[in-house]
Nanobody, 125 residues
Framework: QLQASGGGVVQTGGSLRLSCATS????????LGWFRQAPGKEREFVAA????????RYGDSVKGRATVSRDNVKNTNYLQINNLKPEDTAVYYC????????????????????WGQGTQVTVSS
């Protein structure tokens, strides 16, 4: 199971750290991704981390502003986004894959087997 949290209302230029707690068969997870969906828009890739070597990939919209990480002890994954912009407003989802994704596939939504509920992030201008 995946449980995303940490959303809220933030002012433009602020920072936010989202958490995604994993439970159950965490040993079978090969990677974890973050996606977001704004009202009226398609869900888009934000970031992903491959568990074996912590290799990461970021979407163009957050590149340079986001950091994805994981805490093995807490079985929790984090997405930190700095310098938030109003266009970052969306529902953010975490998802897990049992595969060991190569870099080029980490952004594919169909790669991910399990999805958590979303957490709302609102950036006020």
């Amino acid at each position: 199971q995946l449980q995303a949290s940490g959303g809220g209302v933030v002012q433009t230029g602020g920072s936010l750290r989202l958490s995604c707690a994993t439970s159950g068969r965490t040993s079978s997870i090969g990677g974890l991704g973050w996606f977001r969906q704004a009202p009226g828009k398609e869900r888009e890739f934000v970031a992903a981390i491959r568990w074996a070597d912590r290799n990461t990939r970021y979407g163009d919209s957050v590149k340079g502003r986001a950091t994805v990480s994981r805490d093995n002890v807490k079985n929790t994954n984090y997405l930190q986004i700095n310098n938030l912009k109003p266009e970052d407003t969306a529902v953010y989802y975490c998802a897990a894959t049992q595969s060991r994704p190569i870099y080029s596939s980490m952004a594919r939504q169909d790669l991910y087997d399990y999805w958590g509920q979303g957490t709302q992030v609102t950036v006020s201008s």
